[in-house]
């Protein structure tokens, strides 16, 4: 795909590409790094056949959804959050240019710093360093209205997911994960069942209290975040949304419970438990069910698949759900 990135370079930012070269980073999206005269710059490619979130989305919708999602994150960097890493707007000012009708591409600064693998923050300070972010993002967002799309509560692949739980004759894969995978939902259809039954009185109960809503980024994991000599930075906005705050500390808070104080220091605003216990369940439906969809289509033995393989099996463990049934 090289020369078709550095065609969408040239055609949707002006950059002249003296050289690219493939990263095989993170999970999803496609990079590369692109050389020019000025400088080096990191490129991303998303598939929004990949990102249609269930059957009826179309690839236009999904791409809507992915450049909403950027902008705001233009919007937030240009309101003085320097430590938002944002795409670069084209030519025509979007934050995403197109490749072909299923590939669109966007372009960043190339950041110098430390990155990270995913996991846990290393130490309560690089977790607190994050926090503090998160904050001034939160805080700037309500300053910045309409800007981002509203948290729909959606599950992705949930029809793939429902088709599976039904047990349908369709066969699954092919592909090394398939029988697996269909027998291992089949032990846990069940407890399956009652978390999505829990999940969506959750959302219910607290889908109507926008007023609570500020601009999320979705994902602050540590793998999403770079140390630079000006501290840290988040990267990847391709998953923020408007939505409550627990959305971005429901995970830190699992790492370390006094997040939650800390941030009702920082900011005055209380978190709420049954929300911070609705965006860990999403996430794990989310996962149960994009490694379902994944696994029913063809698919073959590679390492990605090994990881969604291991990903289904922890997100499968139901004795992880007993406190929250």
């Known amino acids: 795909m090289d020369p078709e990135v550095v065609t969408a370079l040239v055609g949707g930012w002006a950059i002249a590409v003296v050289g690219i070269e493939y990263q095989p980073v993170g999970f999803g999206s496609h990079h590369w ?4 005269d000025g400088g080096r710059w990191f490129v991303t490619v998303d598939d929004l056949e990949a990102r249609r979130r269930d059957p009826t989305q179309t690839r236009r919708d999904a791409a809507r959804h992915l450049t909403t999602a950027l902008q705001a994150s233009r919007t937030l960097h240009d309101s ?9 707007p084209t030519i ?4 995403t240019h197109p490749i072909n009708s299923r590939y669109v ?5 190339y950041v110098d710093g430390i990155s990270y693998s995913w996991g846990r923050f290393e130490t309560r300070g690089q977790r607190l360093a994050v926090l503090d972010r998160i904050t001034e993002i939160h805080r700037a967002s309500k300053l910045l209205p309409g800007v981002g799309r509203q948290d729909d509560f959606m599950i992705p692949s949930r029809v793939e997911l429902f088709s599976a739980l039904r047990g349908s004759p369709t066969p699954w894969g092919p592909g090394p994960f398939a029988e697996p995978a269909r027998r291992l939902l089949q032990d846990n259809a069940e407890g399956v069942r009652r978390v999505l039954a829990r999940y969506d009185h959750l959302v219910l109960e607290i889908a109507t209290r926008v007023d609570r809503h500020v601009l999320t980024h979705g994902e602050p994991h540590r793998a999403n975040t770079i140390t630079t000599s000006e501290g840290v930075v988040l990267v990847d906005w391709d998953t923020a949304l408007r939505a409550p705050p ?7 808070i699992d790492e370390d419970p006094e997040v939650s104080d ?12 049954a929300t911070l216990t609705l965006y860990r369940l999403w996430w794990d439906l989310c996962e149960i069910a994009s490694y379902i969809a994944q696994f029913r289509h063809h698919h073959d033995k590679t ?6 393989w291991d990903g289904l099996r922890y997100h499968l ?5 007993e406190t929250t049934l």
């Open 303 to 308: 390492e990605d698949t090994k990881t969604s």
């Open 317 to 321: 463990d139901t004795t992880r759900w």
């Open 262 to 273: 800390e941030y009702a220091r920082r900011t005055g605003v209380t978190l709420d438990e």
């Open 33 to 36: 790094i692109a050389s020019t």
């Open 80 to 88: 003085g959050l320097e430590f938002v890493v944002a795409p670069l």
């Open 246 to 252: 627990e959305r971005d500390l429901w995970a830190m």
């Open 92 to 95: 025509k000012g979007s934050p």
């Open 105 to 109: 591409a966007s372009l960043f600064p």
